[in-house]
């Protein structure tokens, strides 16, 4: 088979899956608008090369970049047609309705109408690639990202263990600094916000239908989901958000203890950040990008601190207690964060309780200078300088900030 007369991967494929000579690939509904495509891992023990990698290898065959007698690589000829599937308007995964915790595992597709497209193919996401006449077409992954791709591929039922968090710079106690709290932007209109309060993290990462989410996470993280792509009232935004939404499968985890809040992004997707981390810096408000699973501090509880000491003293502007989180696209400084698809920002809540203090108190000169009253389980000394500097108030008490199982706010 060759690709000599030019098809489309739509036209290509609805021909495979009306031949009926490939075992589970096959039409998902009568209307024939969803479709189901076989999706078995290579590690498992009943993979069979000729049967469940068959579509595959036809797509690696018509697209010339396999021919018999060549070195077999299903792990290759898989993530191309992946890669040719998430890059082209004509296809959007269903995830709901893909099973892969199954003996038989499938992923579940739609065809997207014309129609739609129009209204969602103008993105800043630049999911898939244009030829010079405007018309888009299946293109291959790049190379890098056909790697990474691959690498997904074969460590597809490696688990994200919380050993992640026992490891480097991240081996302290497991106190919290406080409940995080995180809010989810889309289009710059707030959707969501979650607190997880878990002493493992969490890993955030969108909804997956039952037993897939396994693949990624573990029992002792709390799981904090995107939200839906439904919510969003404009059909273009909605459409493209779904598109980012497909290549977050994987997320990233999220913990936080005494020294700050840490980061480790396991999703195919490109991820930027900025606040108060050990190498960001919230005054120039310059983006940084997060490597692959890297594990990065994001916000250092120590900065911020004696950011605070010169803030009460007038001797700087005042710390910024949030991270922001720009998911897909790059992220240059705030001023335009309000404009990108996904905005998650975080935050140590009992940061901002100390930030308001501050507040309170350079906004209330005379005050009682007493100090505020502390916890006897308090297990920061350097927090305990910082609430004794403060002055009390009219209103309710703050609470300590080092307890064990503090929330986070996300």
Same mark, same amino acid.
């Given at each position: 088979? =060759?690709? %000599?007369?030019?098809?489309?991967?739509?036209?290509?494929?609805?021909?495979?899956?009306?031949?009926?000579?490939?075992?589970?690939?096959?039409?998902?509904? +009568?209307?024939? %608008?969803?479709?189901?495509?076989?999706?078995?891992?290579?590690?498992?023990?009943?993979?069979?090369?000729?049967?469940?990698?068959?579509?595959?290898?036809?797509?690696?065959?018509?697209?010339?970049?396999?021919?018999?007698?060549?070195?077999?690589?299903?792990? %290759?000829?898989?993530?191309?047609?992946?890669?040719?599937?998430?890059?082209?308007?004509?296809?959007?995964?269903?995830? +709901?309705?893909?099973?892969?915790?199954?003996?038989?595992?499938?992923?579940?597709?739609?065809?997207?109408?014309?129609?739609?497209?129009?209204?969602?193919? =103008?993105?800043?996401?630049?999911?898939?690639?244009?030829?010079?006449?405007?018309?888009?077409?299946?293109?291959?992954? =790049?190379?890098? +990202?056909?790697?990474?791709?691959?690498?997904?591929?074969?460590?597809?039922?490696?688990?994200?263990?919380?050993?992640?968090?026992?490891?480097?710079?991240?081996?302290?106690?497991?106190?919290?600094?406080?409940?995080?709290?995180?809010?989810?932007?889309?289009?710059?209109?707030?959707?969501?916000?979650?607190?997880?309060? /878990?002493?493992?993290?969490?890993?955030?990462?969108?909804?997956?239908?039952?037993?897939?989410?396994?693949?990624?996470?573990?029992?002792?993280?709390?799981?904090?989901?995107?939200?839906?792509?439904?919510?969003?009232?404009?059909?273009?935004?909605?459409?493209?958000?779904?598109?980012?939404?497909? /290549?977050?499968?994987?997320?990233?985890?999220?913990?936080?203890?005494?020294?700050?809040?840490?980061?480790?992004?396991?999703?195919?997707?490109?991820?930027?950040?900025?606040?108060?981390?050990?190498?960001?810096?919230?005054?120039?408000?310059?983006?940084?990008?997060?490597?692959?699973?890297?594990?990065?501090?994001?916000?250092d509880t120590g900065r911020f601190l004696h950011a605070l000491q010169l803030y009460q003293e007038g001797q700087f502007p005042a710390p910024d207690p949030t991270v922001t989180l720009?998911?897909?696209?790059?992220? /240059?400084?705030?001023?335009?964060?309000?404009?990108?698809?996904?905005?998650?920002?975080?935050?140590?809540?009992?940061?901002?309780?100390?930030?308001?203090?501050?507040?309170?108190?350079?906004?209330?000169?005379?005050?009682?200078?007493? %100090?505020?009253?502390?916890?006897?389980?308090?297990?920061?000394?350097?927090?305990?300088?910082?609430?004794?500097?403060?002055?009390?108030?009219?209103?309710p008490q703050r609470q300590a900030c080092y307890r064990d199982n503090m929330p986070i706010t996300a």
């Amino acid at each position: 088979m =060759s690709n %000599t007369g030019g098809r489309r991967l739509k036209q290509w494929l609805m021909e495979q899956i009306q031949s009926g000579q490939y075992s589970g690939l096959q039409w998902e509904d +009568e209307s024939r %608008t969803l479709f189901r495509i076989p999706w078995k891992h290579a590690g498992k023990q009943d993979y069979n090369q000729e049967i469940d990698a068959s579509i595959f290898k036809a797509w690696a065959v018509f697209k010339g970049k396999f021919k018999e007698g060549d070195k077999a690589e299903p792990a %290759t000829w898989k993530t191309r047609l992946r890669c040719a599937l998430n890059k082209s308007p004509d296809f959007e995964e269903v995830t +709901e309705r893909s099973q892969l915790d199954i003996s038989e595992p499938y992923k579940v597709y739609r065809i997207v109408p014309e129609e739609e497209q129009k209204n969602g193919k =103008s993105s800043v996401m630049a999911m898939a690639a244009t030829t010079s006449s405007g018309d888009i077409t299946d293109m291959d992954c =790049s190379p890098a +990202e056909l790697e990474e791709l691959i690498k997904e591929e074969e460590g597809r039922n490696i688990q994200a263990s919380p050993e992640y968090w026992s490891q480097g710079s991240i081996n302290a106690p497991s106190v919290l600094v406080s409940p995080v709290v995180s809010l989810f932007y889309y289009g710059g209109k707030l959707i969501q916000n979650t607190v997880v309060d /878990h002493s493992e993290g969490c890993r955030i990462a969108p909804q997956q239908p039952l037993g897939r989410s396994a693949l990624y996470s573990s029992d002792s993280m709390q799981s904090v989901h995107f939200p839906s792509a439904e919510l969003i009232e404009y059909d273009r935004q909605r459409h493209v958000t779904r598109k980012l939404l497909g /290549h977050l499968e994987r997320g990233v985890l999220v913990r936080a203890n005494q020294e700050g809040i840490f980061i480790k992004r396991l999703c195919q997707s490109r991820v930027f950040w900025i606040g108060l981390g050990e190498v960001g810096s919230q005054y120039n408000h310059m983006a940084c990008k997060l490597e692959r699973d890297a594990v990065v501090k994001i916000f250092d509880t120590g900065r911020f601190l004696h950011a605070l000491q010169l803030y009460q003293e007038g001797q700087f502007p005042a710390p910024d207690p949030t991270v922001t989180l720009c998911f897909g696209e790059e992220l /240059h400084d705030l001023s335009n964060a309000k404009g990108k698809l996904i905005i998650v920002q975080i935050s140590v809540l009992h940061c901002q309780q100390l930030l308001e203090a501050v507040n309170m108190r350079r906004s209330q000169p005379y005050c009682n200078n007493s %100090t505020l009253e502390m916890s006897d389980n308090l297990a920061s000394d350097q927090m305990a300088r910082i609430y004794q500097e403060l002055c009390s108030y009219s209103g309710p008490q703050r609470q300590a900030c080092y307890r064990d199982n503090m929330p986070i706010t996300a």
